[in-house]
């Protein structure tokens, strides 16, 4: 089945820098990738919306200049965390659709971010 | 506004069935997933629901009801690997995802 890989899968950081997370999709072409935080205890959190070629879909609640999203090529997308603090650290994930009429989304592995 | 309902927990003992029900409201609907999700792991994906009726996948089924706003996931033959948070999510007109909370699923020998 189709898979959708993320890079890196656990990252810490420094308070003040910026972290990049990939999302690939890598037997399929995603038009459209989607990224979620999870909350302990709590369902996904859907923050953005990545579509290939134009800006990124946020959230409500979501700030775009710190949680920057580019979808570059129809099998890349890139959440990068700028200026990350503590409160930023969390699991990301990132979900693509094939597309077609069941809108089947497949998952990355998530990314866990920690933020000293 | 939109909304999805899940139950917070449920229990069930081995080699049993359970149901986990979902109602939703969402502006336009284009069909509702069921995923299971492991504690720190992606979820996954379970089954796709977007007309009324049953689907069948083994040991776990998945039904829906359109003009209810209405959807379960039925568990047969229950195992102790199945412990795990289980998400209901539809999908609404602008094909965005709106996610239930989550049910966690604990299940007891």
Excluded at chain 1, 29 to 34: C, D, G, L, P
Excluded at chain 2, 7 to 27: D, F, K, L, R
Aim: glycine fraction near 8%; charged fraction near 20%.
């Amino acid at each position: 089945g189709a898979v959708v890989s993320q890079h890196p899968s656990r990252v810490i950081c420094k308070s003040g820098t910026s972290v990049k997370i990939e999302c690939r999709s890598l037997d399929f072409q995603a038009t459209t990738m989607f990224w979620y935080r999870q909350f302990p205890k709590q369902s996904l959190m859907l923050m953005a919306t990545s579509n290939e070629g134009s800006k990124a879909t946020y959230e409500q609640g979501v700030e775009k200049d710190k949680f920057l999203i580019n979808h570059a090529s129809l099998t890349l997308s890139t959440l990068t965390v700028t200026s990350a603090h503590p409160e930023d650290s969390s699991f990301y994930i990132c979900s693509a659709s094939e597309g077609g009429d069941t809108g089947e989304l497949f998952f990355g592995e998530g990314s866990r971010l920690t933020v000293l | 506004g939109q909304n999805i309902d899940q139950p917070t927990e449920m229990t069930a003992t081995e080699g049993a069935i359970v149901q986990i029900n979902c109602t939703y409201q969402t502006s336009g609907f284009n069909g509702l997933f069921w995923y299971q999700q492991h504690a720190g792991e992606a979820p996954t994906f379970l089954s796709y629901n977007v007309l009324d009726g049953l689907e069948e996948k083994g040991r776990f089924s998945s039904f829906l009801s359109r003009s209810k706003g209405y959807s379960y996931l039925l568990l047969k033959e229950l195992q102790m690997k199945d412990s795990a948070s289980y998400l209901c999510a539809a999908l609404d007109s602008n094909y965005q995802l709106i996610w239930g909370a989550g049910t966690k699923l604990i299940i007891k020998p």
